[in-house]
């Protein structure tokens, strides 16, 4: 064989080798990657707990749809969880805070009032949550500063159209109403524009199922 030919053959096969040494490490390494790497369950649940709420909370601020126009509006900022059941022993106290503001104009905006204040109980399940809050400042008649009210909101889940909220006064007076810590009316007032968000989160409970307490309720589905 003539010494051109063979040196010829010779870096073919070096190439050859080389390439097969090329396909061989990358295939290695990618197996090596495929062991180390979450299956995709176990990679939706490590997202979901890392995402996971630890706390139950309402949010958001929304117009109300009117067909005459007036202008409703709620907004909420409130997190935490309502006080436990009083007679269970060693009940944890509630963490329930926040604020809400609601106002009330006629469609030109001349007439109507506001209310603004802190809140006090926060208790969610799934999409709902019940809140109530005591006036702390107001343009309402004198007598609503200091009174508790209460709101109930329903999450569509999507850009807000959806959502529903209700109020304690639907059918009586703030200045007359005696309303008790998370309670209020059905959420019928539909949005206009707006959204409302509520995480509901499982509460300690030291009835039994600590085990689940501190997680949404659908933690490590996904969803």
């Known amino acids: ?12 096969g070096i190439a050859a080798l080389a390439v097969i040494g090329g396909l061989t490490a990358s295939a290695s390494a990618s197996a090596s ?6 299956v995709p369950d176990e990679a939706r649940t490590a ?8 706390e139950s909370s309402l949010t958001g601020s929304a117009k109300m749809f009117r ?12 997190h935490g969880f309502a006080p436990a059941e009083p007679d269970e022993p060693d009940a944890p106290a509630g963490t329930s805070r926040g604020t809400f503001r609601f106002s009330h104009y006629t469609a030109d905006g001349k007439q109507g009032a506001y209310a603004e204040g802190r809140i006090d109980c926060l208790l969610t399940g799934g999409p709902v949550a019940t809140a ?3 006036i702390t400042r107001s343009d309402l008649p004198d007598g609503a500063i200091g009174k508790r009210v209460g709101f109930t909101v329903y999450d569509g889940k999507g850009d ?3 959502d529903r909220v209700g109020y304690s006064w639907a059918m009586g007076s703030i200045i007359t109403m005696e309303v008790p810590k998370c309670l ?12 409302f968000k509520v995480e509901h989160v499982l509460p300690p409970n030291p009835s039994g199922n600590s085990d689940k307490a501190g997680k949404p309720e659908n933690a490590g589905t996904g969803e």
């Open 33 to 38: 990657a495929s062991a180390s790497a979450p």
């Open 1 to 12: 064989m003539p010494r051109s030919t063979a040196l010829r053959t010779s870096l073919v």
């Open 132 to 134: 109530t809050g005591v």
């Open 160 to 162: 807000g159209k959806k």
């Open 67 to 78: 067909a005459d126009g007036q202008q409703v509006r709620f907004s909420f900022d409130a």
């Open 47 to 54: 997202r979901t707990a890392q995402k996971a709420p630890k």
């Open 184 to 195: 209020s009316a059905a959420p019928y007032e539909t949005v206009e524009s707006g959204d």
